[in-house]
């Protein structure tokens, strides 16, 4: 496997990732890639704390998706989940609207003790990748706190007009389960942190670097919002190929279609391309979108067209080798 | 119910409470006696911090117990728990020590998101009490923090001696299992703490003020090393009873008995008697001690001789009746 890449032995990829999409993109990368010649540079801007607890949700969602441990139907969580825990919760009248599996609880139960020991983020999420049999090497984008506020525009609570105020991503993501209006969305604390050990280096030195097919604007953006990022994936914009999280003008999961449009972005692989152009010499877009490829060149990339959607089984790892090669395979 | 005591209507009911053998005393006397005239003052010595949750195992024994929610072989925890939780921190190589089964991880969610929030211990305690539907008024002995601390003589590391040093109670009544010997106890932070608002009213209103089976030493001593309780407790002597934890010589359950002996104290019920002589004027002992009732009543107490192991069905609420009474049902 580790000659099976054009590189020869040492051919180091590094991911921008988010959750869900991300992982699936890593699941197919180390089908074609020596594991532990991948690097995923992870988003901590939807971490939270809730319960006293320090909630990492696309660090996790990355590993249990590698150790083959994510639960199948919801893409978040571990299989075989139980929901005691959050029984109990809910017969205290506590939040209950994170829900929080009884297997994952202990992964949290880890990283918060672990943080309180005077660990790093980043030190935790190689121990959890560690303890789940994961050799891709996983790195939160930074060790320091970082979180992405969105402004909804919730309707008023006397049910007349609307009330537009900022909130967690979470009680966007999942409270109000990503179905209201966004007018505006914020990194706190970004410009006080420093990239976390090896983020840079992992940018600067590999051969290819690859922004996954996630949320540009709530999982991409926040990584490049940690003051030094950006420029490192400028740098390598040659080697750099980014993957269309909108297949023929939607996102696969998630709001990034809706939330492309209302902050004044097209929800195309068009917009995409415009998004990602500084950054990345090279985008991959789905064959449904494949009338778009000459606009798509128009903004100054190279556009790959292949299979995207990896939903089916072999999508994930051929869509892996269009990005390493940076062609259609 | 309510009439059926000889306090007639609001005959309020104090007792000083450690874990599981406070819990059983206590599911006896809602039995002879309305819930809500019951007021449980609950030792805090033995909370812990732990993964980033507070954890407060008198108060969840006392709670769970009256809720028939208790497990009934381990005494502690809750029935029908399932251990996924621990699983995955085990998987992590994390502190599985301290075993918290899925659906009590609820209550310590709870109990540390309401903390965050700025709630008081005691707040807490009458949240979870509700939650479990239980009407006994559950008050920590104060809302601020004590934590008692153990010297323990462990064997040295290198197989030769022993190593005495102090540890949190935890680490001594759980991670030790109580093997140990012990050699000193202290109350941390004891000093700067106030009663929890209530726990001074429920002693000096009470009719009966009762002094439960519990471990004198770890159990009820930190309850008495809040500021004003020791004293609140000793202007009720007349009215206050204590039921001995040690019968014919052993602890019924924990290490109580090898503690008074490692700590200069008799592991008897004349031992009991002198331990409480200033402050209660009645000590319940159990049938096997009767021969002892000379000696315990030469402390200056009164000696009532009931049975007093509440394995037994029936015995909780007799034994509950006696207290109540001051005198053998």
Redesign the interface.
Known sequence: MRDANRYGVRAMITVLAGGVGAARLLTGLVQVHPADDITAIVNVGDDLE?????ISPDLDTVTYTLAGAIDPERGWG?AG??W????????????TWFN????????H??R???L?AGATLGEVAA??AH??GVDVRILPVTDDRLRTRVTVVDPAPDGDGTDTHEVAFQRYFVARAHAVPVTAVRFDGAAATRPAPGVLEAIAGAERVVIAPSNPIVSIDPVLAVPGVRDAVTARRDDTVAVSPIVAGAALKGPADRMLTELGFEASVVGIARFYAELAATLVIDRADAGSAEAVEATGMRCVITDTVMAEPGVAASLARAVVAGRAS
Chains 1, 2 share one sequence.
């Open positions: 809730l319960h006293g607890l320090h571990l989940e139980t005691q825990a959050m029984a109990t919760l809910g017969r205290l009248g506590g939040e929080l599996g009884d297997r994952d609880l202990g992964t139960l880890y918060t003790a672990r309180d121990e959890i303890g789940f």
